[in-house]
């Protein structure tokens, strides 16, 4: 069965530092999305792309974030300058439409 | 209100035992459901969809009222396996990209 990959698994950086989370969707899907989840807290939608362009985006995606699908097989997630409180868990997720989202395994991020 | 709204939990139920998980959503125009299931430091895995007829699988059965704006989670013969965090989740639909996550309902099946 085909399935969402995120590299890296766990990534540590200090704070201040740029970081870039790296997915590869599903091959056919269309839609891609980033949702992060903070320990013991709800999955918190970041961000949702679709034909090259961000369609929806919350308030937690701010001008530090950034995504960017550079090759037409890889989906990232650039923060620019990290803070403390961006230590989470972060999901990469893409779908064919409106069907349900398949999840990556997740990078675990650390800021320092 | 809450986009998405569950009762947080934890149930703590015998194996064997009928458990139930509610959840309510705060926009009308919402067009599609799930339920998801997500343990502990994984990723959310699809449990199943939620039709309006209301639709079954083994010992899931999911039920959508509009209406309400209400879905509910049956699960039967609880077993040991199904303990986990119970997320539903919410599509706008209509174009909307911004599927939205209850924070989750967990569940601890004891032997």
């Known amino acids: 069965e085909p399935e969402v990959t995120q590299t890296p698994s766990h990534q540590v950086t200090q704070m201040g530092q740029e970081v870039i989370l790296r997915c590869v969707p599903i091959s056919n899907h269309l839609y891609f999305y980033w949702y992060r989840q903070i320990l013991g807290q709800k999955v918190e939608f970041l961000v949702s792309f679709y034909n090259n362009e961000i369609s929806e985006k919350s308030e937690i995606f701010d001008d530090q974030f950034s995504v960017e699908r550079p090759d037409g097989s890889n989906f990232t997630l650039k923060i620019r300058s990290t803070k403390l409180e961006d230590s989470a868990m972060y999901f990469c997720a893409s779908s064919q439409d409106n069907s349900p989202l398949h999840f990556g395994n997740g990078t675990r991020l650390t800021v320092t | 209100r809450k986009e998405v709204e569950q009762d947080p939990g934890p149930f703590n139920v015998p194996e064997g035992a009928t458990v139930a998980f509610n959840c309510t959503y705060s926009?009308?125009?919402?067009?599609?459901f799930f339920w998801y299931r997500q343990d502990c430091r994984k990723e959310p895995k699809l449990l199943m969809s939620?039709?309006?007829s209301g639709n079954e699988d083994g010992r899931f059965t999911a039920q959508l009222n509009r209406a309400s704006q209400y879905i509910s989670l049956l699960i039967r013969d609880s077993k040991l396996s199904d303990s986990a965090t119970y997320l539903c989740v919410v599509n706008p639909g209509e174009g909307g990209f911004k599927t939205i996550f209850g924070a989750g309902t967990r569940l601890f099946v004891k032997a």
């Open positions: 926009n009308s125009a919402s067009q599609s």
């Open positions: 939620v039709y309006s």
